[in-house]
């Protein structure tokens, strides 16, 4: 696995040094400029018998967020940028995290290489597309946990974010539209506390819990103008010992034309468990194995702009549906669920239409329904039909 990293990342490195444009001389970026940008939301939700994750009722369910982005300009070469998202917990209480905290260096036109804390390049959503304000609805799709809540539909995979290194290349091919390229290494996954795995924690942390890295990349072909596709892997050893493997690749498709837009990902993972038969004597141990539980999944987001039709009223509507459908499977056998799966997994429909104040501020009004798969199991069947109403805004 090794082998196969360092390969990669000489393979990037090399191709970079290729390249025939450099860094230009005479950089028109401010030497030491501070800056700060970032985004924010205000959601109220409103949904019967609400629950958190450990299924207390919510009393508050008006929810709100500021992301504050520092940069800074240190050379023609260096750029710093960090994020840090401020929000409330149910208690009323402050808390504070940090998103990412990296440093860039311009290598040359094409080439950047980003060493710190940082959003991995693992399909669109997580990267580029999760801010409030950027994203079309007011929740996220059905895949993503972790991030924004998403009720009883666990969510089968986090937005990605960890410490390490990555090397990002972009290939102008004139007409042909152009390439990307990521290949990144990082401390990689974690096992969760107490579990015999199967239980993968992806949030970053200081030091790792073995010897071993992850590793990854996005590869991407853009159509330009319009139309971008990209396929991501992620692997990495996750357990103490180090000997249980965790994968995942991701595959998305993004178009984007002059009044709509349709973008998805479809998503797959596997994670090695191990395990012990019940033994067939008193006294005796049973047949240990190793398993994979995967989980995979998909969603589809369309969007439309009422301008098309002409009419200046109309000119700040957008209509937005997404559907998200997501699954786990124990050794070939859909129908067992792991204990901490057990009723999240499902579909999603969400619509919804967004008023846009500005160009970066917008009032969304969206609607959700939550089918549950086993639903006795887990959550008990708990109702997940969600009204959101939320005023997102960037700056």
Do not use: C
């Given at each position: 696995m090794k082998n196969g990293l360092l390969q990669s990342v000489v393979a990037a490195t090399s191709m970079s040094l290729m390249t025939t444009v450099n860094a230009q001389e005479n950089s028109t970026l401010d030497i030491g400029r501070f800056a700060i940008a970032g985004y924010g939301d205000v959601t109220y939700i409103n949904q019967s018998n609400m629950k958190d994750e450990a299924g207390n009722d919510i009393q508050n369910?008006?929810?709100a967020r500021f992301v504050p982005i520092f940069l800074f300009q240190l050379s023609?070469?260096?750029?710093?940028?960090?994020?840090?998202?401020?929000?409330?917990?149910?208690?009323?209480?402050?808390?504070?995290?940090?998103?990412?905290?990296?440093?860039?260096?311009?290598?040359?036109?094409?080439?950047?290489?980003?060493?710190?804390k940082f959003l991995l390049p693992f399909g669109q959503f997580g990267v580029n597309l999760h801010p409030s304000w950027i994203n079309k609805a007011a929740s996220n799709p059905g895949?993503?946990?972790?991030?924004?809540?998403?009720?009883?539909?666990?969510g089968i995979t986090s937005i990605l974010g960890d410490t390490g290194i990555n090397i990002a290349n972009t290939w102008n091919l004139g007409d042909a539209g152009r390439i990307f390229t990521d290949f990144y290494t990082v401390s990689?996954?974690?096992?969760?506390?107490?579990?015999?795995?199967?239980?993968?924690?992806?949030?970053?942390?200081n030091g790792d819990n073995n010897n071993t890295m992850a590793f990854g990349g996005r590869i991407a072909y853009a159509f330009l103008p319009e139309w971008e596709v990209g396929v991501s892997y992620y692997s990495g050893k996750y357990s103490n010992d180090g000997d249980l493997n965790y994968d995942a690749y991701n595959i998305?498709?993004?178009?984007?034309?002059?009044?709509?837009?349709?973008?998805?990902?479809?998503?797959?993972?596997?994670?090695?468990?191990?395990?012990?038969?019940?033994?067939?004597?008193?006294?005796?141990?049973?047949?240990?194995?190793?398993?994979?539980?995967?989980?995979?999944?998909?969603?589809?987001?369309?969007t439309w702009q009422a301008r098309e039709l002409g009419k200046a009223w109309l000119n700040p509507v957008e209509f937005v549906v997404r559907y998200s459908d997501i699954k786990s499977d124990f050794d070939g056998s859909i129908g067992h669920d792991f204990e901490e799966d057990a009723g999240k997994m499902g579909s999603r429909i969400y619509y919804g239409v967004n008023y846009w104040l500005e160009p970066s501020a917008v009032l969304k009004l969206g609607a959700e329904s939550t089918s549950i798969d086993n639903e006795g199991a887990g959550h008990g069947g708990i109702v997940d039909d969600r009204v959101f109403l939320q005023l997102a805004f960037g700056f």
């Open positions: 369910n008006v929810v023609e070469k260096i750029h710093i940028e960090a994020e840090l998202e401020f929000s409330t917990n149910a208690e009323g209480e402050t808390e504070t995290e940090l998103e990412y905290a990296n440093m860039d260096y311009f290598f040359n036109d094409n080439t950047i290489i980003t060493a710190g895949l993503y946990g972790g991030h924004g809540g998403n009720g009883s539909l666990g990689g996954p974690r096992q969760e506390a107490g579990d015999h795995g199967g239980g993968v924690e992806m949030s970053a942390k998305d498709i993004n178009w984007v034309g002059s009044y709509a837009s349709v973008r998805g990902e479809i998503f797959g993972s596997s994670a090695e468990t191990e395990g012990e038969d019940d033994p067939i004597e008193v006294d005796e141990h049973g047949e240990e194995w190793v398993k994979d539980f995967d989980k995979s999944g998909w969603y589809i987001q369309g």
